[in-house]
């Protein structure tokens, strides 16, 4: 299939930014984990544990691209309330990726088709199935069953 | 101050409906949530929870108002991949409400004022603040801060 | 589709039984969990909850039949540490459910249709797929996806 | 054995209040665990829940006793950010217990002794434990192990 | 205003050691925490965790300045049950901290303000707004509101 | 005691692989995780987290020793849906360990004994504790208490 954003299996490098916080409320964090995926975080997500004196906090998590890291340190200083950021890399394995388009029920879906050695997995892309589950009006897994059985 | 909304401290029932989910990826479920509202539920959450055969599955729960019940109980089959659900009643003590408009730099911020005997709490409505705090690109910690301090 | 086990769309009632855990390892809490599977429960389910004195500890919780109530209760307080259980009732609405066969490559896997008004779900037995997961050495997904491909 | 405190095997009954938190920060949730405490909860615990809007709240679940309901209800929407509280009872059985005393290098530690048919449990208490492990500068369950070593 | 300890905004480096525990109780890992921050952990929290053979365990994890490391792997493994602890360095970026105090109704309320660039956060400190909160029996939230009233 | 394994208190270094699923059933990541086991991961847990657009995700960690990190992140790659997978290094410090054997209720009973500088601990084998409370029909709790009774 041709194509639309072609990647090699990568070999990266990838920032984990990360903090505590226990006085900051979740409307807080909600809010502080759009504007921090706005702000170009690869991904941001959230775990909760249990801090001292009996606190239920959370551990922020920031995944960052190599050249992100400070504009993204400070981000996270000016949407939350914490006072330190944390952070270190990891290696990083990515499969190889490229991208095809099929039609269900006349709706264009697009699928991720991911390489690595002998492993393939071909993913119909969330946000074409969001459309359709919401135009069908069905839940998320019939349009992706549907999808996948063209596959065959 | 001249109410938008005014409630007396209610009395109520609410219908909670649950169910358990391993089958159902995080994406599906984010989608069932959004789904829900929209549905007319009064509120949707998911707890972690572990099941058998080690799988980190999730319990979905929805409050319900007292007509709703077998609507949502639909839904809730519709959207998930759930094969029953579980409901109950539970009564509810509601704090009294009424609505009231401040200004912060410029912009309108609704607030809740809530009462039940002798406690009183103002709450910043959160759309307008997230609003603010968008526009002004600050924490929303920043505008609530600046609200409250205009109520003293 | 010649049915194995057929059912009407039911609404019953269910038990559920539950206790907090504080004094139990992880270690003992998941023996306790298949003992209770072993005992008759329908489901049992763990849920990670803060609990007084910074504990890290868990809520238990058991579904039973309507008949099952005394003896698990007597099952949660011989394999658990909990020295009370609480319990209640709730409403059921459960799905119609019959089952058929399909073929994967050569391995049988049954699926179970689930049917409420006009809401329609198939889904592949578990045990089955597992089955055909390991002898195959593939991901669960990749059998799911290859199952459902052949119901379109 | 003399008991301190003798209860034979109960069947009472147990209000269970709960209400979501997403406007209180993990601080605020800490101290009103412990003023609810405090104000005669019999249990207060906490769970990690996923709210809309990507908020990482809280359940907050507090147990009362049957004459505390409207007591602990005013509690909780007083120390926390609840405008409402939802309640209901649960049955519960609760284990026969009594005390006894044993020592351990010289400190006394009190024991539970819990029955309930032909299951026993004997258990020591945790702060007499607590002290212990504190004085000799152990793990808790240094001591533990130490008393129950002397049970046989 | 005159600062108690000032700093500057500081890039230093930060000890993480964890390990996963599957086989202490929850009021073991209550007491190990309280004994490790004694034991001089920067911080300890406590992430719950799903582990083999259907274990809810948790994975705690201790934040050590540089030169602690040996000294608190020791403490971890005297406190708690782990047999082993991995631990490695994380960088991070501190804001710059000074101190000043307001007076809440009469008590005085210490006041962290802290600095990165033009990011400036002033936050009461919570051992003050504790026990103003204790001493006028209100909520955490109606002190840090009335202070925040004052900073305007 | 004569031992079947002895080990030196190790520093060794140990390899933390991880990823977020948020498009894999639980039912699929419990699959996954038993055959990252008979992979040979030393050890594989679940975190529940909450990721970007109100999905119920979860991070999935694999350790690894120090020959094996290639062939876990390929297995990883293998039986879950992720396209990435992150990775680094930690440092670890190991108890010394050797084992001995007792014996309960006529059933041997391994003991893992560990020790690091004066700390010394003693933990009966699960497996043997496991197997003799399923024959005897008790909670593991009474025979890890009924094996510590004879150390002393
Ligand atoms: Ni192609
Ligand atoms: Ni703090
Ligand atoms: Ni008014
Ligand atoms: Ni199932
Ligand atoms: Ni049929
Ligand atoms: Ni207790
Ligand atoms: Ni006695
Ligand atoms: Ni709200
Ligand atoms: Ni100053
Ligand atoms: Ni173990
Ligand atoms: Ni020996
Ligand atoms: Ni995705």
Not at 28 to 48: E, M, R
Not at 56 to 75: H, I, K, M, S, W
Not at 98 to 115: D, N
């Amino acid at each position: 299939a041709q194509s639309q954003k072609e990647t090699v299996a990568t070999q990266d490098q990838v920032w984990v930014l990360e903090t505590n916080l226990d006085d900051q409320t979740a409307e807080g964090i909600g809010f502080a984990q759009s504007q921090l995926l706005t702000a170009g975080a690869l991904d941001v997500y959230v775990t909760p544990v249990q801090m001292k004196k009996a606190r239920p906090g959370v551990l922020l998590t920031v995944l960052a691209a190599e050249n992100d890291r400070e504009r993204l340190v400070t981000a996270m200083l000016k949407y939350t309330t914490a006072k330190g950021i944390r952070y270190t890399q990891m290696a990083r394995t990515v499969m190889k990726r490229h991208f095809t388009t099929v039609s269900y029920k006349g709706m264009p879906i697009r699928l991720k088709v991911a390489t690595y050695h002998d492993i393939h997995r071909v993913t119909p892309e969330y946000e074409d199935c969001q459309t359709a589950a919401q135009k069908l009006d069905v839940a998320l897994e019939t349009v992706m069953a549907g999808v996948q059985a063209q596959l065959s």
